[in-house]
């Protein structure tokens, strides 16, 4: 989907127009920083990438620890637990706590004092969620916790992160499709759950690699008479630049009544990405508001 | 060698790469092949496109498999001598399911299923899905009903979770977490207030009480199914180093799902795990002749016919084509040397989306492919075109 690739650019956007921004990403995967500056990224370090860019690769580990050690008074009992091989164990098997681990750190990156020693808040963190089906339940695991523990810490804070990542001013939902089929499904089912289940809507859609649709209709047919490679190719993706068109606009007619705007990226066809290829692409997208896309 | 080599004497083809590669229509249009040949196959799909699901006569999800009408293919040319099996999976169903075939008694099936815990994060969780398939598949297997049979993996950008699962369940429930749960004196008579133990009192304050009440609730109420789950996670584990079984990588040349597929394959050695080959669809075919053309001279040779404007047009269009194409086979050699794979299979990208039965057989063309074919197909390093057939006939 170029999902990175857009988070990637979102940030880029943001740092330019003067926002201290964060891409945070999770799964152990640091695609983003790879790309921004060559090479990999400490987990869990926040790294600075790029002018007013900094990344994150979170680790739900790491993130635990943290949330202790800032929880109780004392570091030591924080060390007791997280020394705790049946600890492990319990976070490990206790469905739905990476989940929720990771969003704490969001979370976390997002606030005026910040747990991480030393650390600085951010204005904008672009989170480079997971895919489809499974990027909805993370953005849930705050309040389903909150709504399992009821009462006590977990389900205060599982509240707290909630309140934010499902107030649409303080967060906002980017979609990300390519122009095919069951890319743009996903993209219609993730808009009616980030809707039935966060209360949110989509901020936008992104559609990237849009080919170039150079030939008109009578283009087309003028050269269906044209033998050789040549005719073959421009034949060909003619056929495919239509039916990425086709796909848009089914797009576009299911997001219709919505409100949801819809941005296309074209193809790119340089060999790799690079920062400066991002940021115009960050242009192109141009977010407009100071809200905090969730992905 | 064709995906049929790779697949000899193969009773489990697990099918992983990240999502929107065509990893679901791989995984059918496999099945649909192995089943041509003469085989009984079942292929397991998550949640497929449904033009996908309707092309293979399925409906709805539904837990069992159904047979594919052979109808459906003869159209196609396609003889089915074996069977094709296709069911859809409910994974949160499936979970359901296996807690009740597990539970000793409708007591703790109730306890279980009731919980809050369980209701609410059993179905949306990282790492249940995975090992509700690969559970799943076990039962298949172990019903003896196919000779193969093909899974296609969730869409998980975690592959961890996917070989994690079985061996984190079994290390749960023999370790001493559990023990601690369920001892007379445990966590959960613990955590009712009795109990003062470091661990658990630092737990309670972090967590809050009911959580926990509501976390120990759980875990004793699993117990129950505790020797059913252990045997499962075993038997899983096992049927994932089974020399029968194995792992294909779908990916597509794009940046993000190479990455994926790399860090894959290093997951799957580091797990011991049967790799058994890999799959690059999507290929751009460029421009199918064997030395690059140049788009000026394409231009030159068109204009007369076609008109400046025109010719200009296709010159670009061939440019680009090529651009592509070289992409891909720049991919296509990292792919090669960073899986030690030396002869991945390439299927080159099709017009137009293919989610019915005709794209289905075209997808199973190329997965099949016998040498001679396949020889048309193969991108060698530095060259501008990987030489695929038109796809603009299909």
């Known amino acids: 989907m170029g999902k990175s690739t857009v988070a990637a650019a979102l940030g880029l956007a943001a740092a330019a127009r003067g926002l201290r921004t964060i891409v945070a990403e999770v799964s152990a ?121 009821r009462l006590g810490p977990i389900a205060r804070q599982g509240r707290t992160i909630d309140a934010m990542l499902t107030d649409p001013s303080r967060t906002g939902v980017v979609a990300v499709a390519t122009a095919e089929e069951m890319p743009v499904n996903e993209a219609l089912a993730l808009r009616a759950s980030v809707r039935d289940e966060l209360g949110l809507d989509l901020d936008l859609a992104v559609v990237n690699g849009m080919l170039p649709d150079r030939l008109t209709a009578a283009e087309a047919e003028a050269l269906s008479a044209v033998a050789g490679a040549p005719g073959r190719v421009a034949r060909s993706h003619h056929a495919r630049a239509r039916a990425q068109r086709a796909q848009l606009a089914r797009l576009r007619r299911g997001l219709r009544d919505t409100g949801v705007p819809v941005a296309t990226l074209p193809f790119c066809f340089a060999a790799e990405l690079c920062a400066d290829d991002l940021a115009a692409l960050g242009r192109r997208l141009d977010p407009k508001r100071g809200r905090e896309p969730a992905r | 060698m064709s995906v049929a080599d790779r697949l000899v004497g193969k009773r489990m083809c697990i099918v992983a790469g990240s999502g929107g590669v065509g990893k679901t229509t791989t995984a059918a249009a496999l099945a649909m092949g192995l089943a041509a040949a003469g085989q009984r196959v079942a292929v397991v799909t998550i949640d497929p496109a449904r033009r996908l699901a309707n092309s293979l006569g399925l409906d709805e999800l539904d837990n069992e498999p159904r047979l594919v009408d052979p109808a459906r293919f003869a159209d196609h040319g396609l003889e089915m001598r074996g069977e094709l099996w296709a069911m859809m999976l409910d994974a949160k169903r499936t979970f359901d399911e296996l807690i009740e075939r597990l539970a000793p008694d409708e007591r703790t099936r109730d306890d279980i299923l009731g919980n809050r815990i369980y209701a609410e994060l059993s179905g949306a969780v990282a790492g249940s899905q995975e090992f509700t398939a690969i559970a799943k598949l076990y039962e298949l297997d172990r019903s003896g009903n196919f000779d193969v049979i093909v899974l296609d993996t969730p869409p998980s950008r975690n592959a961890l979770d996917f070989l994690d699962a079985p061996d984190r369940l079994t290390h749960f429930f023999e370790g001493r977490a559990v023990k601690l749960f369920l001892a007379p004196t ?155 794979e030396r002869e ?37 390093p530095g060259r501008a075109a990987p030489g695929a057939q038109d796809a603009g006939a299909a």
Do not use: C
């Not at chain 1, 739900?60 to 004392?74: K, T």
């Open chain 2, 186 to 340: 445990g966590l959960a008579a613990k955590v009712m207030g009795r109990g003062t133990g470091v661990v658990f009192s630092i737990l309670k304050r972090v967590t809050g009480v009911d959580l926990l009440t509501d976390l120990s609730t759980f875990f004793r109420a699993l117990s129950g199914v505790l020797d059913g789950f252990v045997e499962r996670a075993a038997g899983v584990k096992a049927l994932l180093g089974d020399p029968a079984t194995t792992f294909l990588i779908v990916t597509s040349p794009q940046r993000e799902p190479v990455e994926e597929a790399i860090y894959f394959r290093g997951k799957l050695r580091e797990a011991r795990m049967p790799f058994g080959g890999l799959i690059v669809n999507r290929v751009d075919p460029g421009v199918g002749e064997p030395e690059p053309l140049d788009p000026g001279a394409v231009e030159a040779a068109l204009a007369a016919d076609l008109g400046p404007a025109l010719a200009r047009k296709v010159a670009r269009t061939v440019a680009d084509a090529q651009v592509l194409a070289d992409r891909d086979a720049g991919s296509i050699t990292r792919l090669r040397r960073e899986l030690d």
């Open chain 1, 29 to 149: 995967r640091d695609d983003i920083s790879r790309t921004l500056s060559g090479g990999p990224a400490a987990p869990f370090a926040e790294r600075q990438i790029a002018d007013g860019l900094s990344h994150i690769s979170i680790d739900p580990e790491q993130a635990m620890e943290e949330y202790l050690v800032d929880q109780l008074p004392v570091r030591a009992l924080a060390e007791v637990l997280t020394a705790s091989r049946a600890f492990a164990y319990l976070a490990a098997a206790t469905p739905g706590m990476r989940e929720l681990l990771t969003m704490g750190k969001v979370w976390e990156l997002a606030q005026e004092a910040r747990r991480t020693p030393g650390a600085r808040p951010y204005d904008l963190v672009v989170l480079d969620a997971p895919a489809t089906g499974h990027g909805v339940a993370v953005l849930r695991a705050p309040r389903t916790f909150a709504d399992a523990a």
């Open chain 2, 344 to 380: 991945p299979i390439l299927v080159p990208h099709l017009d137009g989306d293919v989610h019915d039965v005709d794209g289905l057989v075209q997808v199973y063309r190329h997965l099949f492919a016998l040498a001679p074919d396949r020889e048309r197909l193969v991108v060698r």
